[in-house]
């Protein structure tokens, strides 16, 4: 009896709670009332939280010998980074603390098209830590989402300024999914049993190109919006020259389409439906909502 209510009085830490997923999975975890620490870089964004009632702790995937501070207490975590080409060290040191922490459940954050095999980078990192995470015996459940609708919220000068956005996606079709779904899958994995090993594809609704988006958006705003396939190169020139993406950072999302098999990044499942028990957000909801971005021209980090 000791040792349960212990457990229910431990902490869930949050990696990666500045950003949009960790930021969101945040909000659930609080709105469902479980004690959460989030985790941050910076003394700034934890001073940011504590204003909002948010426990935090100042601590860096990239400085191991800050992650035990942040450990201490917690029962379950949620594992992401940002993206980087030592993305597969931070995630297994962090691993490693929390298995000596003593952490029960870990919840990772990867990608749908996580492979050894894949030719993009990022989902090698991922497909490394995943196995990292495997071979550490903790309990833990992966989850892979599909390309988010938030992506599109960077195309919103030209979309207000133009009527048009660009982006190497071809024609092909993806399964957009809003990341607050993945936050709700996430509070589920980490607050509830039955997530132990399971790796789920989180997926939107129904699988979209760019042109479909760029209908629903115009639909939104009530103006036609196109959408323009760009070569691959272009796009990572103009990321690199006008955004001042690092070029590893850069050649990944120009070549972001090609990390999918045939058909994988438009498989649709029932991943949110299942764990949640409700229905993903559409994107014809997710452009309503951000009408007013998509017109006004609002910027947006990618």
């Known amino acids: ?31 469902r009332g479980a004690k959460t620490r989030a985790m941050v870089r910076t003394e700034e964004q934890a001073i940011g939280l504590a204003a909002r009632g948010v426990e935090a702790a100042v601590a860096d995937l990239e400085r191991p010998e800050t992650l035990p501070g942040a450990l201490d207490g917690v029962d379950r ?31 990772k954050l990867s990608a749908s098209g996580a492979g050894s095999d894949n030719p993009v980078g990022l989902m090698c990192r991922h497909a490394r830590a995943e196995r990292t995470l495997a071979e550490s015996r903790l309990e833990h459940t992966v989850l892979r989402p599909q390309l988010y609708m938030q992506n599109f919220l960077i195309f919103g000068p030209s979309i207000a300024a133009e009527g048009r956005f660009s982006a190497p996606m071809g024609a092909r079709r993806f399964a957009l999914l809003d990341l607050r779904d993945v936050a709700r899958v996430a509070a589920a994995a980490l607050m509830e049993e039955g997530h ?10 129904e699988a979209l190109s760019y042109g479909d988006a760029a209908e629903t958006i115009g639909a939104a705003i009530g103006k036609e919006v196109a959408y323009e396939p760009a070569e691959p190169q272009a796009f990572r020139g103009a990321l690199v020259a006008e955004r001042g993406l690092p070029r590893w950072r850069a050649d990944e999302l120009a070549f972001i389409a090609s990390a999918y098999g045939e058909g994988e990044g438009e498989s649709v499942t029932d991943a949110v439906r299942r764990v949640v028990g409700a229905e993903p957000r559409t994107f014809a909801e997710f452009a309503k909502e951000h009408a007013e971005h998509f017109a006004g021209g609002l910027s947006h980090h990618m």
């Open 1 to 31: 009896m000791v040792a349960r209510d212990v457990r229910a009085l431990s902490a869930i830490l949050v990696t990666g709670a500045s950003g949009q997923v960790g930021g969101a999975l945040v909000e659930e975890l609080v709105r």
């Open 77 to 107: 975590a949620f594992l992401m980074s940002r993206d980087d080409p030592m993305q597969p060290e931070m995630e297994g040191a962090f691993v490693e603390a929390a298995a000596r922490a003593g952490v029960g459940r870990i919840v």
């Open 196 to 205: 132990a090993g399971a790796a789920y594809v989180v997926s939107g609704p």
